[in-house]
């Protein structure tokens, strides 16, 4: 008899829930449940009070709220019965992280502390910790931790300690009321299955803990006298490896679901890491790429190598017994999404409307029209900041060649190209630094819906493209950890032969194509150096004035 597992994805504004069939990784039913309070970074819930620039703030609620919609909704479509599902696997945007009591009950939970915005959920975009991340590097690179270089060389505002130590400079009582502080991936697992753990990707990727131990104390010590014990006081120096046994699902949590108690719930990942096997690629030299809002690049190799500007290497960060490397953009669907929020002028919505298109299809339509070169426009894909390789969230867009004549399908292939140009810089910096890549691996949502982008990052790139076969990667992902946590495969690669998916479909890189985009590419290179490495710190006077404006120190 079929068994099954069900692989929870907990993304940006929703989470998603899959149902897949253990012995071939069919995907049989599957849901969606948005967050009622999504992205918080305008105000509070309830509050008239503005949040400051570069916060972004997320509600746990809503995260049980996708155990109770979204996986009864899987699991009616399916057909299956509940009974024959083994295991439970989830994955999560990161680093996400919330401050909680000593059971688990998050603080803005609590009454006394649910108007202070540091007791809620630091989304993994909440970039208002800069000034703790520049702190937390100048200070390491001053004591010469050897550690740094494993990231790049630089620590991301977006990362774990930045954001505990944002907590204890802005906020030291929440601080102290906090019992523990965990990434919200290892918080829903342990709403799931009653007890905490601490998984050794997350670990690993954002909280600086590497060759089996987090930053020492003399170090901690540094940042702040209060910050020394945090690891004993307020973390776990205990990590569960990806694919483990978490524990079993509660009858509370079960009855969330439909499900019967005592199943396995599988130790927490990152959407990003756990779609890796999902897409069959379990060896070196094949990126990744976790494409959506941002888009994560990830890649295998069995060596230990230091590449500059990179999110970290973890050894079985991603597949155990291999250093598993992770680059990123923080801007990729997100730019496309402001420009059709804000910048489309009311007839290619109308025009949209007649041809029977929502407007990102009308606009990549267009664009798919144009050569090459042909719009005159280039562009820096730093809307949201950048992840890799400068890492640096205060850097800006930037959009050069528009005249009276520029179309909205100009600037939006414009903007599809400049990220495709930032995958080309993360690509030479691994391949300098000694990672070889061979071909490129898509996943997520924008590779089904937009075939014009992934034709230009096979121009840009020189390499060719596949896609993998499901469009919920990371759940089907998690439900293949599930399969191993449950014991019905004996590793992640074993489930990978048999759970994972990829299409025939290849995009090959047009010859023609690569001359232009080489050219379009160096350029971008000379503005990515020029306003991305200090030669000119414009973005960052115009941060300041806008923040001077508003009242904002």
Not at 93 to 107: F, H, N, Q
Not at 189 to 201: A, F, M
Not at 327 to 340: E, M, N, P
Not at 449 to 468: H, P, S
Request: glycine share 10%.
């Amino acid at each position: 008899m079929d068994k099954y597992t069900i692989g929870i994805d907990f993304g940006t504004e929703s989470g998603r829930a899959v149902v897949v069939r253990v012995r071939d990784g069919a995907e049989l039913g599957s849901a969606v449940h948005h967050y009622a309070d999504g992205v918080i970074d305008e105000r509070l819930p309830g509050s008239d009070k503005p949040l400051p620039p570069e916060w972004a703030l997320q509600n746990p609620d809503d995260y049980i709220a996708t155990f109770q919609n979204a996986v009864p909704a899987a699991l009616r479509e399916s057909g299956i019965d509940p009974a024959d599902v083994i295991g439970v696997g989830i994955d999560f945007t990161a680093c996400t992280m919330l401050p909680v009591k000593a059971d688990g009950t998050p603080l803005s939970r609590l009454p006394e502390w649910r108007d202070n915005p540091h007791a809620w959920v630091k989304l993994w975009k909440h970039h208002a910790a800069q000034p703790e991340a520049d702190q937390i590097n100048a200070t390491a690179r001053e004591m010469g931790r050897g550690w740094l270089e494993r990231y790049g060389g630089k620590i991301s505002s977006e990362w774990f300690f930045s954001k505990v130590l944002q907590i204890l400079n802005e906020a030291p009582e929440i601080y102290h009321a906090a019992d523990r502080m965990l990434e919200a991936a290892d918080w829903v697992v342990w709403q799931l299955c009653g007890q905490e753990t601490r998984n050794t990707c997350t670990a690993g990727y954002k909280a600086i803990y590497q060759d089996g131990t987090y930053p020492d104390k003399e170090y901690l010590a540094a940042l702040h006298p209060e910050l020394v014990t945090v690891v004993e006081d307020k973390m776990s120096t205990e990590l569960a490896p990806l694919g483990g046994r978490a524990g079993d699902l509660t009858e509370e949590a079960a009855g969330w679901m439909g499900l019967q108690p005592g199943i396995a719930v599988a130790v927490a990942n990152v959407d990003a890491h756990v779609t890796v096997p999902a897409a069959r690629v379990v060896e070196p030299g094949r990126m990744v790429m976790i494409m959506g809002t941002s888009t994560c690049h990830m890649v295998l190799d069995d060596s230990l190598q230091e590449v500059p500007g990179m999110c970290g290497v973890v050894d079985g960060g991603i597949i155990p017994g291999m250093y598993g490397y992770e680059a990123g953009q923080s801007g990729v669907g997100d730019i496309f999404a402001w420009f059709v929020d804000n910048a489309v002028p009311p007839e290619y919505h109308e025009a949209a409307k007649a041809a029977g298109l929502d407007l990102h299809a009308y606009l990549e339509a267009e664009a798919a029209k144009q050569k090459p070169g042909e719009h005159g426009l280039l562009a820096l894909d730093w809307w949201n900041g950048n992840r890799s390789v400068l890492v640096d969230v205060d850097l800006s867009g930037l959009l050069v060649g528009a005249t009276l004549a520029t179309k909205a399908p100009d600037i939006y292939r414009a903007l599809i190209e400049s990220t495709a140009y930032g995958t080309r810089v993360i690509i030479e910096a691994f391949e300098t630094s000694g990672v070889p890549i061979t071909e490129l691996v898509a996943a997520g949502g924008l590779p089904e819906k937009n075939k014009l982008l992934m034709q230009i990052y096979a121009d840009v790139t020189g390499r060719e493209f596949r896609i993998i076969g499901s469009t919920q990667g990371p759940a089907l992902g998690s439900a293949m950890h599930a399969a191993v946590a449950a014991g019905a495969y004996p590793d992640i690669q074993a489930a990978a032969q048999s759970m994972g998916k990829i299409k025939d479909e290849v995009f090959r890189p047009i010859p023609e194509n690569m001359a232009v985009y080489d050219k379009l590419y160096a350029e971008y290179v000379t503005l990515h150096d020029y306003f991305g490495r200090g030669e000119n710190d414009v973005m960052k006077r115009l941060r300041a004035i806008r923040n001077r404006a508003r009242g904002i120190d």
